[in-house]
């Protein structure tokens, strides 16, 4: 009888993650630190040298950009196993490689017992574990606050867990551009907790420790450094898809980029960004944020005025994209498409209304259980699980950066447990 072919998924779920082999990782170590060293001239800050510990232990970073994986742990003598977003091990350009060191895949904002059985059984085998508690990149050059449960979650390894701040990983590798602008990536390396302090630490004062530690803003830092990026004079196209909101006629997706400018369609408003990010003006009359992230949470403050409206709705048609079953992902997509619809987000929640696989579907998720999405490459469109099944929204319109903070600040509204920073960011020092 012909043996029935297994499921990626099945394959997933079915694979025991154990510390990485010696020669893969090895190789891989040597290649990724070559390309680092030519490409983004990474320097490592050691304020704590963990490069010849031991483990068990758990390194979390700021997931600074889509090349976090490559600048912190290829430094360090041990092997570490990465967690990494269950959905990348469905591109074929990654899975060879993500399989072969024995990442571990995690699903996005989603309570899992098989990862944190595999992060178990690695650490008792003496291993190191590389986690990015954000669970997606930076999307504003700055952190977003973990995800929930990670104090609970650290506290219950109770091993020792170093950090490392990544700075211009964001400005390397921004989120509207999806090709790199090499300049200069810096690792600062510290230890955040001993076994004691997470013993004798409550699990929200663990995570808000880590919040602060990890807490980054590349554009605010480069205004200091003056770091100078390769962007081949397109500094600031594709930026419109995060700073959709004009800060002088307060409009709505009327930004518009062209090589190195952003600026109003409408009114004329815009600046000229330089090499190492900074915004200049056009002219005296133009209204700028200092910065870019600035100008972001600019966005976040009219949204959270904007959803006090008990009828605030967003309207969108989407194309709906799911993960395949047997055959990987080529060309660097992240779903096949599988229907298309309309997605709602309103104070009931977010509801997509269409077709899927040649059926029609409704499917919804109330604010409590939506705390924010995922995003896997740039800014074009997003996904979420249903029932524990990845689904990816393509919309047709640049809507997708208000629809991620209204979507966070309805959660925070309707008393949702994922919490903005208990700190002010524009308080926060960036050396």
């Not at 072919?5 to 993650?17: H, P, S």
């Not at 002088?248 to 990010?277: P, Q, R, W």
């Not at 991620?404 to 960011?425: L, P, S």
């Amino acid at each position: 009888m012909k043996k029935e072919m297994k499921t990626i998924d099945q394959r997933l779920n079915e694979k025991v993650y154990t510390r990485p082999n010696y020669f893969n990782y090895g190789i891989l170590k040597i290649v990724a630190r070559t390309v680092l060293t030519w490409k983004y001239h990474t320097k490592m800050i050691w304020k704590t040298d963990i490069r010849k510990l031991k483990g068990p232990f758990v390194l979390i970073s700021n997931h600074a950009s889509r090349a976090d994986y490559l600048f912190n742990a290829i430094y360090l003598k041990e092997r570490v196993n990465f967690v990494l977003a269950y959905n990348e091990f469905f591109r074929s350009h990654l899975s060879g490689t993500v399989s072969s060191i024995n990442c571990i895949p995690k699903k996005n904002f989603q309570f899992e017992i098989k990862p944190i059985m595999a992060i178990n059984n690695i650490l008792k085998e003496g291993g190191v574990i590389s986690i990015y508690p954000e669970g997606m990149n930076s999307i504003s050059g700055a952190n977003q606050p973990v995800a929930l449960g990670t104090g609970n979650f650290l506290k219950k390894l109770g091993v020792p867990v170093y950090y490392s701040v990544i700075k211009g990983g964001y400005l390397s590798c921004p989120k509207y551009d999806n090709n790199d602008r090499p300049g200069k990536i810096e690792s600062v390396v510290d230890l955040m907790f001993t076994e004691d302090d997470l013993k004798n630490l409550s699990p929200e004062e663990i995570e808000d420790r880590v919040n602060e530690l990890l807490y980054h803003d590349d554009y605010e830092w480069n205004k200091k450094r003056k770091i100078h990026y390769k962007t081949k004079d397109k500094t600031a196209e594709g930026l419109e898809t995060l700073l959709y909101h004009c800060p002088k006629c307060h409009k709505d997706y009327v930004m518009a980029s062209k090589g190195n400018d952003i600026y109003c369609k409408e009114c004329g408003n815009g600046a000229t960004l330089d090499d190492t990010y900074e915004m200049h003006p056009f002219n005296k009359e133009c209204v700028i944020p200092s910065t870019q992230t600035k100008w972001f949470n600019m966005e976040r403050d009219l949204i959270k005025e904007e959803i006090k409206d008990p009828k605030f709705e967003l309207r969108c048609k989407v194309k709906l994209g799911m993960l395949p079953e047997y055959e990987l992902l080529k060309d660097k997509k992240t779903s096949e498409i599988v229907g298309e619809g309309e997605v709602i987000l309103n104070h009931e929640g977010f509801t997509y209304v269409g077709s899927k696989n040649g059926e029609n579907v409704s499917l919804h998720l109330s604010p409590e259980h939506l705390p924010t999405y995922g995003m896997c490459t740039d800014v074009s469109r997003f996904y979420t699980f249903f029932d524990g099944v990845f689904h990816e929204f393509y919309p047709e319109n640049n809507m997708v950066m208000k629809w991620f903070m209204a979507t966070e600040e309805i959660h925070r509204y309707h008393g949702g447990k994922w919490k903005d920073f208990k700190f002010n960011v524009n308080d926060m020092e960036n050396n």
